[in-house]
């Protein structure tokens, strides 16, 4: 049962994220997966008898509210969140594409979804939730606001004329490697159709890198060309060098937990037995 409290909380976080959108109230509310009545209502304060609880449930789940009793997660200012924040800026800014291949654990997920929440016209993407073309395209379109539930020309032509009249949309491709080639061709096919409108941020670990080198390797079709649009360099913020690895790990360890562990709290102990793992951390911090 979702409370009044979590309601009220939910319709909060809506009317931020509203800033943030560009569009009108109409397809602000596609993007939600809901009519425009039931945002008027929602925008107007109603709760009560709008929405079905799965729906309030899965607006929480698009504005990433937690709904349980785990803290909310305070943004540190990591040496990846720094450099990951400055890379989507600069791509959406100047319309540019860039491919960052890293290691897991580094928090690259983390500082995209709270880079979409404070800019307009950046939308985040998991593909391995969305792995098909028809799917990928279409939840890029829902993102937007665009109409997606139709005939797939028209919504893959709808999505290009829109981004194409916006001001500087990003679209931040997370878990690439998870896609399919098809799927693949046609973000070369979107790409081409939003050349210097659209910043694209394709990120994943070291097995999107590997999917991108063998496909080029044994001459797969659009991999060369892809590889090509996304500035022809798998960039990374993590050090090489083992000694400097090590570091480099410890230095974001420490900052996530200091900024989250509560008052008392030995961040080294935490730290110690994370074996300097963001997500260790933060079930460590979420058991006090």
Not at 174 to 182: K, N
Not at 183 to 203: D, V
Not at 272 to 281: N, V, W
């Amino acid at each position: 049962m979702i409370t009044t409290e979590i309601k009220k909380q939910i319709v909060k976080v809506l009317a931020e994220r509203r800033e943030n959108f560009a569009g009108s109230d109409s397809k602000f509310a596609v993007s939600l997966g809901i009519n425009n009545a039931q945002y008027s209502r929602i925008k107007n304060g109603e709760t009560e008898r709008v929405l079905s609880d799965q729906n309030w449930i899965s607006l929480a789940r698009l504005m990433d509210i937690q709904l349980g009793t785990a803290a909310v997660w305070k943004t540190a200012n990591t040496p990846a969140y720094n450099f990951i924040t400055g890379q989507l800026k600069l791509c959406q800014d100047n319309s540019m594409s860039s491919l960052l291949c890293d290691i897991a654990d580094i928090g690259k997920t983390y500082c995209a979804k709270e880079y979409v929440k404070s800019n307009k016209n950046a939308i985040y993407t998991d593909c391995s939730q969305v792995k098909t073309k028809q799917k990928l395209i279409r939840f890029i379109a829902k993102e937007f606001g665009v109409g997606h539930t139709g005939k797939y020309a028209d919504v893959y032509a709808d999505l290009v004329f829109y981004l194409r009249s916006i001001p500087n949309p990003l679209i931040i491709l997370d878990e690439a490697g998870d896609l399919d080639y098809s799927a693949f061709l046609e973000l070369k096919a979107l790409w081409n159709a939003s050349e210097r409108a659209c910043g694209w941020y394709m990120m994943g670990a070291d097995g999107l890198k590997q999917k991108i080198v063998r496909a080029i390797d044994c001459k797969k079709v659009g991999y060369t060309e892809l590889f090509s649009r996304y500035g022809s360099r798998y960039q990374k913020v993590s050090p090489a060098g083992t000694d400097e690895m090590k570091q480099f790990l410890m230095v974001q360890a420490s900052m996530v937990a200091k900024v989250n562990a509560p008052a008392g709290t030995d961040t080294n102990v935490i730290i110690k037995g994370s074996e300097l793992s963001l997500r260790r951390i933060y079930n460590e911090l979420n058991k006090n």
